[in-house]
T-cell receptor, first 113, second 109 residues
Framework: DAGITQSPRHKVTETGTPVTLRCHQT?????MYWYRQDPGHGLRLIHY???????DKGEVSDGYSVSRSKTEDFLLTLESATSSQTSVYFC????????????FGPGTRLTVL | GQNIDQPTEMTATEGAIVQINCTYQ??????LFWYQQHAGEAPTFLSY????GLEEKGRFSSFLSRSKGYSYLLLKELQMKDSASYLC??????????FGAGTTVTVRA
């Protein structure tokens, strides 16, 4: 299994509060991704990173920001959480973009009340 | 946008064969992936097709027809532990993965 951890694994927060989720990898892979998974929608890309300090938006980036100051860590921040951001968040990594498989972390279940 | 369709649910008996179909319409194509996801767990990689034809890996096989925008995942000799969701994902022209909503397979004794 790829060395990917996510923290926290579960979080309950209130509307309007900031939340930061962390993804940590030990594989030294260049690419890292944040997805959210909701019933009936499948996994949807929020943001991704192609190197330290290099990030770009995905399909559903509104309300989210990311940062990557080290190869091994990719942070996802909800500046002001809303109930629509209640979801399961998965981090994924890949060695390259064009030919490699993405491997997923264990997920974070976030509930915004 | 991308459009990836797969059935919502399928049920089969232990020892049987199940075929999960996936059709797609995407902006460009750079490969199709199948992932398995057990309830409450992360998706895990099963197979990858980029050329037309059948890829076999033990009890699991995956087929691709690029001209038809079609793939299937074949699960043989079903076991109870195969009860899970199976996700079809297409890598588009920008090398981004787009996922279908997943097919939940229930294996009955």
């Amino acid at each position: 299994d790829a060395g990917i951890t996510q923290s926290p694994r579960h979080k309950v927060t209130e509307t309007g509060t900031p939340v930061t989720l962390r993804c940590h990898q030990t594989e030294n892979h260049r690419y890292m991704y944040w997805y959210r998974q909701d019933p009936g929608h499948g996994l949807r890309l929020i943001h991704y990173s192609y190197g330290v300090k290099d990030t770009d938006k995905g399909e559903v980036s509104d309300g989210y920001s990311v940062s990557r100051s080290k190869t091994e860590d990719f942070l996802l921040t909800l500046e002001s959480a809303t109930s629509s951001q209640t979801s399961v968040y998965f981090c994924a990594i890949s060695e390259s973009e064009g030919s490699d498989t993405q491997y997923f972390g264990p997920g974070t279940r976030l509930t915004v009340l | 946008g991308q459009n990836i369709d797969q059935p919502t649910e399928m049920t089969a008996t232990e020892g049987a064969i199940v075929q999960i179909n996936c059709t797609y319409q995407t902006s460009g194509f750079n490969g199709l992936f199948w992932y398995q996801q057990h309830a409450g767990e992360a998706p895990t990689f099963l197979s990858y097709n980029v050329l037309d034809g059948l890829e076999e890996k033990g009890r699991f096989s995956s087929f691709l027809s690029r001209s038809k925008g079609y793939s299937y995942l074949l699960l043989k000799e079903l076991q109870m532990k195969d009860s899970a969701s199976y996700l079809c994902a297409v890598r588009d022209g920008d090398y981004k993965l787009s996922f279908g909503a997943g097919t939940t397979v229930t294996v009955r004794a």
